[in-house]
């Protein structure tokens, strides 16, 4: 019997195969439409020790070998064909030389490492993504010849691996995406005959270990997507047999040295993310020494190159793939640079300085497949060489400078783009009729002067297949009502709309976006109530439809359905009714901003259950990463999430450090009533803004148990009595507003509260630094004025002087000393004012 069949039956033997079909009712044997698919899936099988010889004609197929039937429906149950030689005893498999059982579901073959142990002549072994856990595990391996073992895309952690060194033959070990962590293990250094070692995706995170630099033998090195650390040593250039090497996504440094010019065999090498520092030209001339032809992959995005790029990039001539993204490359890319590029698919430099001077009529001597130029400088044409690439699927022509209309070559190709960034130009124009975008992925025309309607554009979107998972149209001039089309658009993941001239009702059929996560529709004209099919919208984390004409209430189900929000903006529209306590379920909540509508009522108690409000660390999903808020799409693509906020008077767009945010914003309402002491639990609130309101009261006593509180607004109100004391404990406090109420007493004295200006506490009964009036002289008659402010005592001045430079000290000194706020403060200040690109990095 042969190998391959024995391979074959074995694989159905373990994934038992149960068929159901659901036609025919009562038992007249075998169903006949069944019987036939067991006809047609037995031609699909190799079978030449004829053991489905009974499979044959009209007969009743529940008599036939190894198919089990319901015995009162005649439905085929079962299908059992395992190998009649396979077990338990191994006599027909001492040869089998070669197993690849991937993708079969072996969860409940808990035996599996049992059974090929018991293969002694096994060569190959391939079990990718078999597993979701771990198995009992034998130490010692019987299967001594085995030379290629694959395991990837299981969840193995380091326990599998004692038996994998007792491999001592094994020449090809690949475990790409497990769940390997800790240091690389220094058992690999037993496997003397290893050629191929590919670990990417798993948890390592040690150095490189000195031991692997002894492999002169290694061909293929694949660490990538882990998280070692530290230098990449110098004793890396002994290992000359190198032609594949990835170290991607890592936190590595290193400086490539000039002995790597010896490696005459490397055909790929990807550095994605390790910090290099080095000059481009000096890294391109290390890789030219030896065999420049020999080169066809280099990945070195976000590695902080600098210097301009030289010609004789013209001398790697197979280059397939160039990746430079991400550094600080300036000077001009020339046609010269291309000449000898004939097999280049993939070239993206994006997120540099560079300029493209090429001439209009150029005709590249490559097809490309990918193509990024993001930020490099290309206008103002649209530059119609690009037309001569006729397979283009991902194109980034972000922020490249260009003043045109999207050219119809481009509109009618469409559909062979899976991703397509024209962001940050000036294009004008308006959609066309007639779009197809069955293969878009990923279309952003964000920040560019298109108008017109996109009814034909979302309406025509109307085939089966649409895969569309971030739509960004925002800062457009588009206009006109949304369509009611969004039936089809079911994996859109992103959805941003803001800063155009829309307007009318929101469409019913948006509740059909159930992917949806990112939808802003800020600052356009849209009226009417938020229809109730929104509800459907479950997966929604950041919705932003401030500056808009919406009317009605904010319905109770927003609370109920948008479990896992983040944010949430209704900023600027008509609302009015009572803030339903239902929106306390959102327990990630990050920004809450329903300013400046009529809402009214109190403040529900239960804002305390704002988890992520009470807690920095609260985290409830997966999707923040390095300090960044990203909204992952199916395709792996990352959409970094925005949001507009007023903090301390001024909007400020927030993307990178957004889930460092908590923000509440219920500025310009009619609430009233006390602030519930329970608003003073979230520990982790930063920003709170409840002015031109008729809130009364007392600002609560443990107001000051809010230590996150950098910004504080309560002016407008009706508050009442003093000042909390404990308020002079909020040390990162920098922005306090509590102007026009009815406050009483002297104000706290703190190393802060003096700095701040006197309008902070104007158009109250207040008394004390920093304020003129002398408490003592105050009697605390309310409605009395005290007047005689032109009188000034000089001592005040002292004493305010002395207030600040205390206060501004007491910032300052606390920042030298706490690294962590030094650098949020920092990362901070880098961000206020800076109009954020929507560029995609990826980061630590
Ligand atoms: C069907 O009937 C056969 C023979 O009577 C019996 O062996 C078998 O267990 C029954 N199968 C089921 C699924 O009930
Ligand atoms: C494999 O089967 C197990 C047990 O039935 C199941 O829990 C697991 O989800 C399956 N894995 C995959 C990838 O289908
Ligand atoms: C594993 O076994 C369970 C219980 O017998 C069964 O429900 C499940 O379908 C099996 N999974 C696979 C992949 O065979
Ligand atoms: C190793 O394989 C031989 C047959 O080739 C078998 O007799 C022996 O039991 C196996 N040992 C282990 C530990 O599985
Ligand atoms: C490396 O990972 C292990 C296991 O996950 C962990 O215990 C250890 O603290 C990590 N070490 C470093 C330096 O991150
Ligand atoms: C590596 O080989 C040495 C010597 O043969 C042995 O003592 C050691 O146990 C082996 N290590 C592993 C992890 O298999
Ligand atoms: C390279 O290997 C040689 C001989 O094995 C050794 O002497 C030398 O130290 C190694 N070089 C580096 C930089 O590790
Ligand atoms: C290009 O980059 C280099 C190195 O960073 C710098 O010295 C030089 O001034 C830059 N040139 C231009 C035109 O920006
Ligand atoms: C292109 O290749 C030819 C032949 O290999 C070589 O002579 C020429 O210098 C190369 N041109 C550039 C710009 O590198
Ligand atoms: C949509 O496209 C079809 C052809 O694909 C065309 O006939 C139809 O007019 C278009 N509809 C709109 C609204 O543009
Ligand atoms: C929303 O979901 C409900 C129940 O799942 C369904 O009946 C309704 O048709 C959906 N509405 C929309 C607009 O998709
Ligand atoms: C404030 O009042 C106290 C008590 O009456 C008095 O001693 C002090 O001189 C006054 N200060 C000023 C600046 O008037």
């Known amino acids: 019997m042969s190998a391959v069949a024995i391979v074959l039956l074995e694989l159905l033997a373990i994934a038992t195969i149960n068929i159901s079909f659901c036609s025919g009712s009562s038992y007249v044997g075998c169903i006949k439409s069944e019987g036939e698919a067991l006809s047609k899936f037995k031609q699909d099988l190799k079978d030449p020790s004829n053991r489905l010889a009974s499979w044959t004609g009209d007969g009743d197929c529940c008599t036939w070998n190894g198919v089990v039937c319901n015995n009162y429906t005649g439905h085929v149950l079962e299908l059992r064909l395992e190998n009649p030689y396979l077990r338990p005893r191994l006599e027909g498999l001492s ?25 002694p002549s096994l060569v190959v072994l391939k079990l990718r993504g078999c597993l979701d856990h771990n198995f009992r595990l034998l130490p010692i391996a019987n299967t001594s010849l085995l030379a290629t073992l694959d395991l990837s895309f299981n969840n193995f952690d380091n326990s599998i691996l004692s038996w994998v060194f007792s491999l001592t033959h094994l020449v090809s070990f690949t475990a790409s995406s497990n769940n390997f962590q800790g240091p690389t293990p220094e058992g690999f250094k037993n496997l003397t005959s290893l050629r191929h070692l590919l670990l990417d995706e798993n948890k390592f995170n040690s150095s490189i270990p000195n031991w692997l630099y002894t492999f002169s033998h290694l061909e293929s090195l694949d660490l990538g997507k882990n998280s070692l650390q530290g230098m990449i040593s110098d004793s890396l250039v002994n290992m000359t047999s190198i032609t594949y090497f990835d170290v991607s996504f890592n936190k590595l440094e290193w400086t490539i040295p000039r002995p790597l010019g010896r490696f005459c065999n490397l055909k790929s090498i990807f550095l994605a993310g390790v910090k290099l520092s080095q000059e481009i030209s000096e890294v391109l001339d290390i890789f030219s020494t030896c065999n420049p032809e020999g080169l066809q992959q280099l990945v070195m995005s976000d590695c902080q190159l600098f210097g301009h790029i030289p010609s004789y990039l013209g001398e790697f001539s197979s280059l397939v793939k160039l990746d430079l993204s991400f550094n600080k490359l300036n000077g001009t890319l020339s046609e010269t640079h291309f000449a000898n590029l004939t097999n280049l698919l993939t070239f993206i430099v994006s997120g540099n300085s560079l300029i493209l001077n090429v001439s209009p009529t150029w005709h590249p001597a490559f097809q490309l497949l990918r193509l990024g130029l993001g930020s490099c400088h290309l206008g103002p044409r649209y530059p119609s060489w690009l037309h001569s690439q006729k397979q283009l699927s991902h194109l980034d022509l972000s922020g490249t400078g260009i003043t045109d209309t999207i050219p119809k070559t481009l509109w009618d190709s469409l559909s062979k783009f899976r991703v397509l960034n024209l962001s940050h130009n000036q294009f004008y124009g308006e959609f066309p009729g007639l779009t197809e975008v069955d293969n878009l992925i990923s279309f952003d025309l964000s920040f560019n002067n298109l108008s017109g309607s996109i009814s034909h554009f979302i309406c025509n979107g109307t085939s089966e297949f649409m895969l569309l998972q971030i739509l960004n149209l925002g800062d457009n001039f588009f206009s006109g009502e949304i369509p009611d089309c969004w039936m089809n658009w079911n994996f859109l993941t992103v959805l941003n709309l803001g800063n155009n001239k829309f307007s009318g009702n929101l469409p019913i059929s948006m509740g059909t976006l159930t992917s949806l996560q990112s939808l802003h529709l800020r600052e356009n004209n849209f009226s009417g109530t938020i229809p109730v099919s929104l509800k459907n919208c479950t997966s929604l984390l950041a919705l932003d439809i401030g500056e808009n004409e919406f009317v009605g209430n904010v319905p109770t189900w927003v609370g109920e359905s948008f479990s896992k929000m983040l944010i949430l903006n209704v900023h600027s529209n008509n609302f009015h009714g009572l803030l339903p306590p239902e929106l306390c379920h959102l327990a990630s909540l990050q920004i809450l901003d329903v300013a400046y509508n009529n809402l009214s009522g109190t403040i529900p108690k239960c804002f305390s259950n704002f988890s992520a409000m009470v807690k920095m660390n609260y985290s409830s999903g997966n999707y923040i990463q390095c300090n960044t808020f990203f909204v992952h799409t199916d395709s792996g693509r990352n959409y970094l999430e925005s949001a507009s906020l007023v903090i301390k008077g001024r909007e400020v767009q927030y993307s990178s450090i957004l889930n460092l945010v908590r923000s509440i914003d219920l500025s310009n309402n009619n609430f009233s009533g006390e602030i519930p002491t329970e608003v003073t639990n979230l520990e982790a609130l930063q920003t709170l803004n409840l002015s031109h309101n008729f809130f009364s009261g007392k600002i609560p006593e443990s107001i000051g148990a809010m230590g996150s509180l950098e ?125 954020l690109w929507n560029v995609v990095r990826k980061c630590c």
């Open 95 to 119: 040869s089998l030389k070669y197993l690849d059982l991937s993708t079969v579901n072996l969860s409940n073959a808990s035996d599996w490492l049992l059974v090929i142990n018991r293969l």
């Open 711 to 835: 910004s504080v607004d309560l002016s407008s109100n009706q508050f009442s009595g003093k000042i909390p004391k404990s308020i002079s404990s909020l040390t990162l406090l920098s922005h306090l507003n509590l102007s026009d109420n009815n406050l009483i007493g002297k104000i706290p004295s703190s190393t802060q509260l003096q700095s701040f200006d006197t309008s902070s506490f104007t158009g109250n009964e207040l008394c004390g630094p920093p304020l003129l009036k002398n408490c003592t002289e105050i009697v605390p008659t309310p409605g009395s004025e005290t007047g005689n402010e032109d009188e000034v005592d000089w001592l005040f001045y002292v004493s305010i002087t002395l207030g600040f430079i205390v206060g501004f000290w007491s910032v300052i000194g606390s920042l030298l000393v706490n690294k962590r706020w030094r650098y949020m403060y920092c990362h901070f200040l880098d961000l206020l004012g800076d109009k």
